[in-house]
């Protein structure tokens, strides 16, 4: 059982970055590929960014490529998602998320692939 805890959200104006963080427990973590998600109000939950076990591979939704980075460090038990030239259209609560998986990689950007989710951190940007 994975445990995962989100943090780094807040309000920021259109152009600032952020840094979010996600820190897992209960798990091996090298073991999952996690994904960044989010979810704005009235809308369902959106693939943001997928990084494999080791980090070697990282996939992104075409809204965020190149203004959003995926990383993780394994020895930390931590994945992070660094946000930059942040648009009002980010705004939503962000999601992390593991999935356990070996074997060829995948992208992973549907959220009915991951097992285990944290409970969110709100990002709002105002224009």
């Known amino acids: 059982q ?5 943090s ?3 309000l920021v104006q259109a152009g600032d970055s952020l840094r979010l ?25 959106e693939f943001v960014a997928t990084i494999s076990r080791g980090g070697g591979n ?7 490529e ?8 394994n020895a930390q038990n ?4 660094q946000m930059n030239s942040l648009r009002p259209e980010d705004t939503a609560v962000y999601y992390c998320a593991a999935v356990s998986a070996f074997g ?3 992208n992973y950007d549907r959220p ?14 105002s224009s």
Do not use: H
């Open 104 to 106: 060829p990689y995948s």
């Open 21 to 45: 963080s996600c820190a897992a427990s209960g798990g091996t973590f090298s073991n999952y590929y996690m994904g960044w998600f989010r979810q704005a109000p009235g809308k369902e939950r």
């Open 78 to 81: 931590t994945v992070y998602l």
């Open 58 to 64: 990282t996939f992104y939704s075409d809204s965020v």
């Open 112 to 125: 009915d692939e991951y097992d285990y989710w944290g409970q969110g951190t709100q990002v709002t940007v």
């Open 66 to 73: 190149g203004r959003l980075t995926i990383s993780r460090d």
């Open 2 to 6: 994975v445990q995962l805890e989100e």
């Open 8 to 10: 780094g959200g807040g």
